[in-house]
């Protein structure tokens, strides 16, 4: 509900999607002390046909071409640079999780775990072509289905709305219980 305002608020920054997201979460700290989220965005530029995606958490974006390109990173605290980010911010890691409750280490909101963390987001700018189509999921779709399969799920759909919900359906028939929300976004000019 509240995204489009504050990436209107920073549309003339060059990192106007990351400064969105990190403005937004400032709010959500104050207002969400034990709930959070993960987010993954995009803004299609058709001038140039530039694509700028930002991303915290394990929401993911997937440009599906022959091969799949993954336009954002996975904040995971199994990963050894986001591990060592925790601990330098006075976190701590059990089992695999943030002080043992979360599997991400970037996230919007969770204000007693965004101490421990950094909010600064993942950022990437492509150039896209007519026919590209690009996958903006949560991670309960990359919980059962690899890049590959999105892709060739995505490809072989009849148009973008289809192919949504065609990686969503899929996902879920694998054994998914996540948050299945899909985008697919097709580059029609």
Known sequence: E???????KNINSPTFLADALKEMNIQMVEMF???????VIGCFSPND??????NLGDS???????????LSKEHKVSDPAEAEM??????????????????ISRFLGD???????????????????????????CDGIFDFLSNEDCTQIVKSAE??????IRVRDESYKRGSGDNLTTIVIEITK
């Open 60 to 70: 993911l974006a997937v440009l599906c071409r022959d091969e799949p390109i993954l």
């Open 33 to 39: 002390q034990d709930l959070g989220t993960t987010a």
């Open 111 to 137: 204000g007693i775990l965004s101490q421990s963390t950094c909010i600064e987001p993942y950022n990437q700018e492509i150039t896209v072509q007519k026919g590209d189509k690009i996958l903006l999921a």
């Open 159 to 164: 148009n973008a709305g289809d192919a949504a």
């Open 86 to 103: 925790i601990e330098q911010s006075g976190g701590t890691i059990i089992r695999e999780r943030l002080s043992g409750l979360l599997n």
């Open 49 to 54: 046909h530039s694509f700028l995606f930002s």
């Open 2 to 8: 509240n995204i489009k305002s504050f990436i209107e």
